[in-house]
Protein backbone atom coordinates (compact mmCIF):
# COMPACT_ATOMS: atom_id res chain seq x y z
CA UNK A 1 0.00 0.00 0.00
CA UNK A 2 1.49 3.18 -1.17
CA UNK A 3 1.57 5.45 1.81
CA UNK A 4 2.28 9.49 1.47
CA UNK A 5 4.33 11.38 4.37
CA UNK A 6 4.18 15.45 4.35
CA UNK A 7 6.10 17.72 5.72
CA UNK A 8 6.71 21.30 6.15
CA UNK A 9 3.46 22.39 8.24
CA UNK A 10 4.35 25.25 10.96
CA UNK A 11 3.21 28.46 12.21
CA UNK A 12 3.91 31.80 10.50
CA UNK A 13 2.67 34.87 10.77
CA UNK A 14 0.71 36.50 8.19
CA UNK A 15 1.53 37.23 4.79
CA UNK A 16 4.25 34.99 5.83
CA UNK A 17 5.21 31.80 3.49
CA UNK A 18 5.39 27.61 3.36
CA UNK A 19 6.48 25.20 1.32
CA UNK A 20 4.48 21.69 1.90
CA UNK A 21 6.38 18.39 0.77
CA UNK A 22 4.51 15.05 0.12
CA UNK A 23 6.45 12.33 -0.98
CA UNK A 24 5.18 8.50 -1.79
CA UNK A 25 6.25 5.71 -0.23
CA UNK A 26 5.60 3.70 -4.48
CA UNK A 27 5.14 5.41 -7.42
CA UNK A 28 2.54 7.68 -8.58
CA UNK A 29 2.01 7.32 -12.29
CA UNK A 30 1.90 10.51 -13.59
CA UNK A 31 -1.39 10.63 -15.24
CA UNK A 32 -2.71 10.68 -11.43
CA UNK A 33 -3.55 13.00 -9.73
CA UNK A 34 -1.27 14.19 -6.87
CA UNK A 35 -2.61 17.25 -4.21
CA UNK A 36 -3.24 18.70 -1.59
CA UNK A 37 -6.95 19.40 0.36
CA UNK A 38 -7.25 21.02 3.37
CA UNK A 39 -9.25 20.58 6.97
CA UNK A 40 -10.21 23.41 9.09
CA UNK A 41 -11.85 22.94 12.43
CA UNK A 42 -15.21 22.49 12.05
CA UNK A 43 -15.46 22.64 8.13
CA UNK A 44 -15.63 20.35 5.78
CA UNK A 45 -12.17 19.33 3.52
CA UNK A 46 -11.75 21.02 0.46
CA UNK A 47 -9.02 21.01 -2.71
CA UNK A 48 -6.53 23.21 -2.48
CA UNK A 49 -4.97 22.35 -5.97
CA UNK A 50 -3.77 18.85 -7.15
CA UNK A 51 -1.85 18.29 -10.54
CA UNK A 52 -1.09 15.95 -13.31
CA UNK A 53 1.54 15.52 -16.51
CA UNK A 54 -0.94 17.90 -18.11
CA UNK A 55 -3.69 19.77 -16.04
CA UNK A 56 -3.15 21.25 -12.87
CA UNK A 57 -6.34 22.86 -10.86
CA UNK A 58 -6.32 25.31 -8.05
CA UNK A 59 -8.74 26.52 -5.98
CA UNK A 60 -9.68 29.59 -7.15
CA UNK A 61 -11.45 31.04 -4.05
CA UNK A 62 -8.54 31.16 -1.74
CA UNK A 63 -5.33 30.04 -3.06
CA UNK A 64 -5.35 31.20 -6.91
CA UNK A 65 -2.46 33.88 -6.90
CA UNK A 66 -0.70 32.62 -3.75
CA UNK A 67 -0.08 29.08 -3.90
CA UNK A 68 1.72 27.19 -6.09
CA UNK A 69 1.75 23.35 -6.81
CA UNK A 70 4.63 21.48 -8.52
CA UNK A 71 5.15 17.69 -8.92
CA UNK A 72 8.30 15.85 -8.99
CA UNK A 73 7.55 12.88 -11.35
CA UNK A 74 10.75 10.74 -10.94
CA UNK A 75 10.17 11.01 -7.03
CA UNK A 76 6.46 10.46 -7.28
CA UNK A 77 6.83 13.69 -4.20
CA UNK A 78 4.44 17.19 -4.65
CA UNK A 79 5.10 20.37 -3.16
CA UNK A 80 2.85 23.08 -2.21
CA UNK A 81 4.12 26.42 -2.00
CA UNK A 82 2.42 29.39 -0.34
CA UNK A 83 2.52 32.96 -0.15
CA UNK A 84 1.30 36.28 1.53
CA UNK A 85 -0.34 33.20 4.50
CA UNK A 86 -3.47 34.45 5.93
CA UNK A 87 -5.11 33.60 9.46
CA UNK A 88 -8.05 31.51 6.95
CA UNK A 89 -5.43 29.50 5.73
CA UNK A 90 -5.04 27.86 9.45
CA UNK A 91 -5.71 24.28 8.41
CA UNK A 92 -4.54 20.92 8.55
CA UNK A 93 -3.22 20.35 4.82
CA UNK A 94 -3.47 16.82 3.83
CA UNK A 95 -1.57 14.96 0.76
CA UNK A 96 -4.02 13.16 -1.36
CA UNK A 97 -3.17 10.61 -4.57
CA UNK A 98 -4.99 8.58 -6.63
CA UNK A 99 -3.18 5.59 -6.77
CA UNK A 100 -3.34 2.44 -9.44
CA UNK A 101 -4.15 2.70 -13.27
CA UNK A 102 -7.28 0.82 -14.04
CA UNK A 103 -9.57 1.94 -11.04
CA UNK A 104 -7.46 4.78 -9.19
CA UNK A 105 -7.74 5.08 -5.54
CA UNK A 106 -7.04 7.40 -3.25
CA UNK A 107 -4.56 7.48 -0.91
CA UNK A 108 -4.55 10.14 1.91
CA UNK A 109 -1.51 11.42 4.09
CA UNK A 110 -1.73 11.95 7.98
CA UNK A 111 -1.78 16.12 7.72
CA UNK A 112 0.59 18.49 8.40
CA UNK A 113 -0.66 21.59 10.55
CA UNK A 114 -0.63 25.06 9.27
CA UNK A 115 -1.02 27.69 11.65
CA UNK A 116 -1.47 31.48 10.32
CA UNK A 117 -1.34 34.35 13.42
CA UNK A 118 -1.98 37.65 13.12
Known amino acids: QVQLVESGGDSVQAGGSLKLSCVAS????????MGWYRQAPGKQRELVAD???????INEDFAKGRFTISRDYPKSAVYLEMNNLKPEDTAVYIC????????????WGQGTQVTVFS
Open 96 to 107: NAKVGLRSPVDV
Open 26 to 33: GRIVGANP
Open 51 to 57: ITLTTTT
